[in-house]
């Protein structure tokens, strides 16, 4: 049974920087994606950043050059490195494992936290 863990949500201010992880136990197949997600207030979740089997990392364009997807040694941690943080990134942000589909940031996976809340004020 995979069970996945965030951490390191709060609030900040606007230009902040906050580093998410994601701790995860069982058995992860690492021929899927990882990835971290997250829903605002009254609207869809969206992926956020994701990795593939070969390594090869997504992001959603709003995040591009702020925010930085790594993985610890295997596949037990996950980070979320994010700086110069804007209101709109304000959401609940999930991890994800063991995703498929066209691209790792679709919402295809199996696996999911419970979620760690970011908040961002101007």
């Not at 992860?28 to 089997?53: S, T």
């Not at 498929?100 to 679709?106: I, K, M, R, V």
């Amino acid at each position: 049974q995979v069970q996945l863990v965030e951490s390191g949500g709060g609030s900040v201010q606007a230009g902040g920087s906050l580093r998410l992880s994601c701790g995860a136990s069982g058995y992860i197949d690492n021929r899927y994606c990882l990835g971290w997600f997250r829903q605002a207030p009254g609207k869809e979740r969206e992926g956020v950043a994701a990795l593939d089997a070969d390594g090869t990392i997504e992001y959603t364009d709003s995040v591009k050059g702020r925010f930085t997807i790594s993985k610890g040694k295997g596949n037990n941690i996950l980070y979320l490195q994010m700086n110069s943080l804007k209101p709109e990134d304000t959401g609940m942000y999930y991890c994800a494992a063991e995703g498929f589909g066209t691209s790792c940031l679709d919402n295809e996976y199996p696996y999911w936290g419970q979620g760690t809340q970011v908040t961002v004020s101007s």
